[in-house]
């Protein structure tokens, strides 16, 4: 993995919400992509992390999106502006429509007039997480138990029927942002790190990603125009609560400190009930890919080798908590 450092490359990635948790990961890292400049778009002013071509826009309009990208010239367009919260698409479903959903399809329609690869990065939560045992294919039977899962999945209904080369990738990740506080890695080791109690939830089950490998992977399927919709996940399932015991445990901190918690029977105070088995089958991508899945342990003991590139991904100030001697 190497910063960037130049933009002789090539090829062009448009990164659509540059400054998000994933995007971010995106723009500040090339993973074996040195062929391409990466530019981003966001709706924040430049950070001071991002020393490549960035642009502000504030205007999600079809004629504006369909404008910069004939002026910018894209190779492939990765999409990962969302509003992802489930209780803020809750209580402001407008806009979360036309972030999840109206700006994906345009920038889909966009993308194949423009003769550029577009990538739709979606979510685990367009099926109920209602099965016991059974993780979810690629053709199951979709049905999203929140209005965020209902707005990624009419994008990629929508996507696919207006640009059939389009890739969706279905995820769940984990890993280091800007802020420090947007993945629920940050949030349990930053957490034990102040001897703060916290719950951990044991009937929410996922397939988390390590999001360095989530982008090697989305890489290499849109390098080899792979097109449709595609799972990239890890090859276990875990609860929130045995997360928060592996985080525990890799990074030197206090178990104890995670109490096993329902998140059905839990006073979160979130307007969505979120006691769900949403893990993935990612048996296609084994096979598009030729290699197994990683699992989260595997993903969780890269993301502390990782947390010494923090500092310099992010410009996190010194006080920052992952610059915790320790862990460099």
Known sequence: MKIIKSYSASKRILVIGATGFLGAN?????????????IGIGRKVQPEWFTGKYHQKLDFSERAINSTIESLKPDVIVNCAAITSHDAC????????????????????????????FV???????????????????GDITSPFSKYGETKLRAEIGILDINSNALIIRVNFFGWSPGGHRSILEFIASELLKGNQIEGFTDYI???????????????????DISGVVHLSSKDAVSKFDFGLLVAKEFGLKSELITPTLFGKSDTGTAVSRSRNLMLDSSFAEELLGRDRQCQLDGIKIARE????????FHTPPDDWRNNENWQ
Do not use: H
């Open 206 to 224: 996922v397939t988390s990603q390590y999001v360095e490998t989530l982008l090697r992977d989305t890489y290499e399927l849109f390098e080899r």
């Open 120 to 138: 739709q990065i979606s979510s685990d939560a367009v099926f109920s997480g209602m099965r016991v045992t059974e993780p979810y294919r690629e």
């Open 90 to 117: 809750e209580s402001n479903p407008d806009l979360a429509d036309l972030i999840n959903t109206k700006l994906a399809v345009s920038l889909a329609k966009s993308a194949l007039d423009n003769g550029a690869k």
């Open 26 to 38: 995106l723009a500040s890292y090339q993973y074996s992509m040195e062929e391409y400049e990466i």
């Open 306 to 313: 990782r947390i010494r590139l923090v500092p310099k991904m």
